[in-house]
């Protein structure tokens, strides 16, 4: 999504107090930036204008959010819809952060030390373009890079407007060793999830006609995971053997 330059959203983002702009330097310690140490944290890639995470926290301050864009006027947006959805309820911010990386380097900013339990991606850039498609938010490539730090019974909460995007992202998630647990290509008439929040994005395209594709995808377990690279090798063998006979 392009949006025009904002003077204020830096100056903003600077003064408050749920905006942190050192991101490399919480590597493994994110936790430690939260009231409630205890609670679980929850990443949003992509935050857009904060439709999305303002409610989301809000609606669950047992957990702890991070939600990461790239641009400032995005993050300064994000920032104030953050501050009126707890305003008007006169409740602390006290479950969500705000930080500007580019995701395609993440790594960088979260280890195993953070225990990521969920990931969201909404509405990722499609990237269409052969070229460009290492660039998909889902994309083997990076879910490998959220290995690196996601629990061990991390989810994967995907949803996107793309045909090509949603049919492409099925094979990445297998690919990279996750196990599609549900999916639908009609989300609002197939709900995988319960109180599912629209986002900006998701709002227009229903207003389009046009259906939601969603999925939940979840790491496989080592000794599955295991289990299913010997069966690959012994197909491999089975596979050079047949050929050597003819």
């Not at 069966?231 to 596979?239: A, L, T």
């Amino acid at each position: 999504m392009r949006i025009r330059f904002k003077p204020w959203a830096r100056p903003e983002l600077e003064a408050s107090e749920f905006y942190r702009d050192n991101p490399e330097e919480l590597k493994g310690k994110w936790i430690q930036e939260f009231k409630n140490k205890e609670n679980p944290i929850h990443l949003e890639l992509g935050c857009g204008k904060g439709q999305f995470i303002s409610q989301i926290a809000f609606q669950n301050p047992e957990i702890n959010y991070i939600a990461i864009d790239l641009v400032d006027a995005m993050l300064g947006l994000a920032k104030r819809t953050v501050e009126q959805t707890y305003n008007e309820a006169n409740k602390k911010i006290d479950n969500v952060l705000l930080t500007r990386f580019d995701i395609e380097r993440i790594e960088l900013i979260l280890s195993k030390e953070d225990n990521i339990k969920r990931i969201y991606i909404n509405f990722c850039n499609p990237w269409p373009k052969g070229k460009h498609r290492k660039k998909r938010l889902t994309h083997t490539r990076q879910l490998e890079k959220y290995k690196k730090f996601l629990a061990n019974d991390a989810e994967i909460y995907f949803k996107t407007d793309d045909d090509d995007l949603f049919r492409a992202s099925l094979g990445y998630f297998e690919e990279a060793g996750f196990e599609i647990i549900n999916k639908t290509y009609d989300l609002h008439s197939e709900p995988i999830w319960e109180n599912n929040i629209e986002t900006e994005h998701e709002k227009m395209f229903s207003e389009q006609g046009i259906k939601i594709k969603a999925l939940i995808a979840k790491i496989k377990k080592l000794n599955e995971q295991r289990s299913l690279d010997k069966n690959e090798e012994k197909k491999s063998i089975i596979y050079i053997k047949y050929r050597w006979t003819f």
